[in-house]
């Protein structure tokens, strides 16, 4: 059974950081996070694709998020800089364990069609 385990949330000042990690029984082939808060669409945040380390970011956090993976301990990460208020959200790891290729799984930052989602971890940034 595939479980995604959000953690590394929490409260934060505009400008500091924060790292959300995201352990998985075992990583997937595609693995991204996204974002939601109430009353908007989720979020793309960014995507991987572990086979070779392709990534993608949403517009909004290009330049201040880092996505990556530590295989040994099957663990994705979030490396979240310079945060805005409208960095606040509930965040979301999400896994797709389909073969595919690097391509198409940068393409589902876009519509988010991932088969395991975690259960979140929120993150607030005040000003």
């Known amino acids: 059974q595939v479980q995604l385990v959000e953690s590394g949330g929490g409260s934060v000042q505009a400008g500091g950081s924060l790292r959300l990690s995201c352990a998985a029984s075992r990583l997937a082939a595609c693995m991204g996070w996204f974002r939601q808060t109430p009353g908007k669409e989720r979020e793309g945040v960014a995507v991987?694709?572990?086979?070779?380390?392709?990534?993608t970011y949403g517009d909004s956090v290009k330049g201040r998020f880092t996505i990556s993976q530590d295989n040994a301990k099957r663990t994705l990460y979030l490396q979240m800089n310079s945060l805005k208020p409208e960095d606040t959200a509930m965040y979301y790891c999400?896994?797709?364990?389909?073969?595919?290729?690097?391509?198409?799984?940068?393409?589902?930052?876009?519509?988010?069609?991932?088969?395991?989602w975690g259960q979140g971890t929120q993150v607030t940034v005040s000003s």
């Open positions: 999400a896994a797709d364990y389909s073969l595919t290729s690097a391509r198409y799984c940068v393409s589902r930052l876009a519509r988010g069609d991932f088969d395991y």
């Open positions: 991987i694709y572990t086979g070779g380390g392709s990534t």
